[in-house]
């Protein structure tokens, strides 16, 4: 079964889609912004203190880094027309600032947390769709469809030689009190003042 938010809650292999670039924020007239957005508490709450600047207030792949993509990137938000599964920013410090400069062209890969029972794949192997890069600013995004929970791996060089490389020990992507997948925005958690930021 396929949740909402694009990920499944089966034990099963579902085809994925990668998000390759950033659709628009707003239909037609949709927002009274110039730059097409209007910032959401939530997305504000993320980084505290900091205003986003207007080439990070426009539309595209490099905007609002830090920032919780979901806020907006959902069902019923600004750009429900490009709804991400999975979305967040990698900075190469922990205590990074939104604004400050992201780490570019670091892997972000969504593995399998436990075998198929069917042996189609097995624990700790790549997701289809599930190798998404960092762009300039540091944001990743996906649309694909994953088998939660997930674990995620970040990495920089190649994925037999990484340069560097950090495995998540939390298993994201499915609610333990529901049990329904989520959407999974690395950004709701790891920003504010609680955590440190996605970092390599």
């Known amino acids: 079964m396929i949740s909402r938010s694009g990920f499944s809650r089966a034990r099963r292999h579902v085809p994925a889609a990668f998000g390759a670039a950033c659709l628009a924020l707003c239909g037609l007239g949709g927002c009274n912004n110039p730059t097409g957005l209007e910032l959401t508490a939530e997305a504000i709450a993320s980084c505290p203190g900091e205003e986003a ?34 979305a967040g920013t990698i900075y190469p410090d922990g205590a990074a600032k939104c604004n400050s400069t992201g ?7 969504v593995l399998y ?49 990484p340069t560097k490389e950090m495995f998540m020990t939390t298993l994201v992507g499915l609610d333990p009190v529901t049990n329904q997948s989520v959407r ?17």
């Not at 595209?60 to 599964?85: D, K, Y």
């Not at 540091?138 to 970040?154: A, D, H, L, Q």
């Open 184 to 200: 999974v925005d690395c950004n709701t958690c790891h920003g504010g003042t609680a955590t440190p930021r996605v970092y390599l």
């Open 53 to 86: 600047t207007p080439d990070q207030t426009a539309a595209g792949p490099t905007m609002l880094p830090g920032r919780v993509c979901g806020a907006c990137h959902r069902s019923g938000g600004q750009a429900q027309n490009s709804p991400w599964t999975l």
């Open 103 to 109: 780490l570019a062209g670091a892997t972000i890969q």
């Open 113 to 161: 947390t436990a075998d198929d029972p069917m042996g189609r794949y097995r624990k700790n192997d790549v997701q289809p769709g599930g190798n998404i890069k960092s762009n300039e600013a540091g944001n990743f995004y996906s649309t694909g469809f994953f088998v939660t929970p997930i674990r995620i791996r970040v990495f920089t060089g190649t994925s037999e030689l």
